[in-house]
C-alpha cells in the first residue's frame, strides 16, 4: 500500500453536525496509513460552500474525497448530493456517504444506492483505508451510476470502492 506523506496529505472534507461524531472520525482517522488532512464543515449549506470555494473556504483545497452524513441541518445530505450532481465541477469527487441509522440506510435504498456503497458511523479506518488506496486509480477504474440525474443533462457517476 503506497501511503502519503504529511508534505502531501490526502485532503478530506468531513461534513458533520455532530462535534462527538466530528471528533470521533479524527481520531479514527488519525490511525490512517495515510496523512490526511481533515476539514470539516457541520453542515449542507457549509459543505456547498466549501466544495465550491466561496466566501472563507475561498483558498481551501479541493477535497479528494468527502465523508458526507446524511442528515444534516440547513440543507440535507441528499441536498448535497444533488447539488454536486448537477455541478460538473463537483461530480467528479469522490463520497463516502456515513450513516448512522438504518432509517438512514432506507433512504439510501430508496435512491437506489446498494448497501455497498454507504458506511455505518464510526468509520472504520480500514474502510477509510481502502477507499483511499484506489484515489489515485480513480480514472482507471469503471464508474458506476448509483443514482439517478436529477435532470436529464446531469451525469454524475459514483465512485465506490466497497464492494457492489
Same mark, same amino acid.
Do not use: C, F, H
Given at each position: 500500500m503506497t501511503t502519503r506523506s504529511p508534505e502531501n496529505p490526502i485532503e478530506v472534507l468531513l461534513v458533520e453536525d455532530n462535534p462527538a461524531d466530528a471528533r470521533l472520525t479524527e481520531e479514527i482517522l488519525k490511525d490512517s496509513a495515510y496523512a490526511?488532512?481533515?476539514?470539516?464543515?457541520?453542515?449542507?449549506?457549509?459543505?456547498?460552500?466549501?466544495?465550491?470555494?466561496?466566501?472563507?473556504?475561498?483558498?481551501?483545497?479541493?477535497?479528494?474525497?468527502?465523508? =458526507?452524513? =446524511?442528515?444534516?441541518?440547513?440543507?440535507?445530505?441528499?441536498?448535497?448530493?444533488?447539488?454536486?450532481?448537477?455541478?460538473?465541477?463537483?461530480?467528479n469527487i469522490p463520497i463516502m456517504i456515513l450513516t448512522g441509522t438504518a432509517a438512514e440506510q432506507s433512504i439510501l435504498w430508496q435512491h437506489n444506492i446498494s448497501p455497498g456503497r454507504f458506511c455505518r458511523k464510526p468509520i472504520e479506518v480500514h474502510r477509510f483505508d481502502s477507499a483511499v488506496a484506489q484515489l489515485d486509480s480513480l480514472s482507471e477504474r469503471p464508474l458506476v451510476m448509483a443514482t439517478p440525474p436529477a435532470e436529464p443533462q446531469s451525469n454524475r457517476k459514483w465512485w465506490w470502492p466497497f464492494g457492489r
Open positions: 490526511v488532512n481533515l476539514s470539516v464543515v457541520e453542515d449542507g449549506e457549509d459543505a456547498m460552500t466549501y466544495l465550491r470555494r466561496q466566501g472563507e473556504y475561498a483558498y481551501t483545497p479541493r477535497p479528494d474525497l468527502v465523508l =458526507l452524513d =446524511l442528515m444534516l441541518p440547513r440543507k440535507s445530505g441528499q441536498e448535497v448530493l444533488t447539488e454536486i450532481n448537477q455541478d460538473p465541477n463537483l461530480r
